[in-house]
């Protein structure tokens, strides 16, 4: 079956470098997205990896992907309390229009 | 350029009643989602909508249906209402399966009382 987990809670310091992870079960996923939430509104596509791509860096934003451990990270340099929001990541699920999602990291950020 | 839209954003209703979450996209998208928030949960998939008039269960169908009448509209219904389904909703669309970017609608809070 298709399961995405994360971990609920990610507080840092502003400036330090912040790392959400997410392991996900489908091995025949296609895309794997990460997602932001601000409070009260939709989510917003961060960035996105292909399934065939070990690291996509856009900005102050890398992501990593272990195919062979279906880890995925994100990775927010020089975090700033703009960047304080739940993240989630999703996966695209082959040959179908599913899109799971995780169940979202608050993360915090403090002065 | 609306991209997503949900009516209405909040909604009270009483165990038992009925309800219909409308969403609409202006993007000629061909994929459309209805998914559910709840805490430590994350979103949820109800139902989704590969194109017009085809329609698939996602994790958690169960006390919902949906009406994919035509590209641009993707309705979710609770026939009768129970506070287990008192969540915020989500519409999201996409141009195509294996797609690169949802998007998503502002959220529908729905609370069963």
């Known amino acids: 079956g298709e399961d995405v987990e994360q971990s609920l809670f990610l507080s840092v310091r502003e400036g330090d470098s912040s790392v959400i992870n997410c392991t996900y079960t489908?091995?025949?996923?296609?895309?794997l997205y990460w997602y932001k939430q601000e409070p009260g509104a939709g989510l917003q596509l961060l960035t996105y990896?292909?399934?065939?791509?070990d690291m996509k860096q856009d900005q102050r934003l890398t992501v990593l992907l272990n195919k062979k451990d279906k880890h995925l990270s994100l990775r927010i340099a020089d975090t700033q309390t703009g960047d304080s929001a739940i993240y989630f990541c999703a996966e695209s699920i082959k040959d179908t229009d599913k899109l799971i999602f995780g169940t979202g990291t608050r993360l915090q950020v403090f002065p | 350029n609306a991209g997503v839209t949900q009516t209405p954003k909040f909604q009270v209703l009483k165990t038992g009643q009925s309800m219909t979450l409308q969403c609409a996209q202006d993007?000629?998208?061909?994929?459309m989602y209805w998914y559910r928030q709840d805490p430590g949960m994350g979103l949820r998939l109800i139902y989704y909508s590969a194109s017009e008039g085809t329609t698939d269960k996602g994790e958690v169908p169960n006390g919902y249906n949906v009406s994919r009448l035509n590209k641009r509209e993707f309705s979710l219904r609770l026939e009768s209402a129970a506070p287990s389904q008192t969540s915020v909703y989500f519409c999201?669309?996409?141009?195509?399966?294996?797609?690169?970017?949802?998007?998503f609608g502002q959220g529908t809070r729905l609370t069963v009382v």
């Open positions: 489908d091995s025949s996923s296609t895309y």
């Open positions: 990896i292909f399934s065939n791509m």
């Open positions: 999201a669309s996409s141009v195509r399966r294996d797609n690169t970017e949802a998007f």
């Open positions: 993007m000629n998208h061909n994929s």
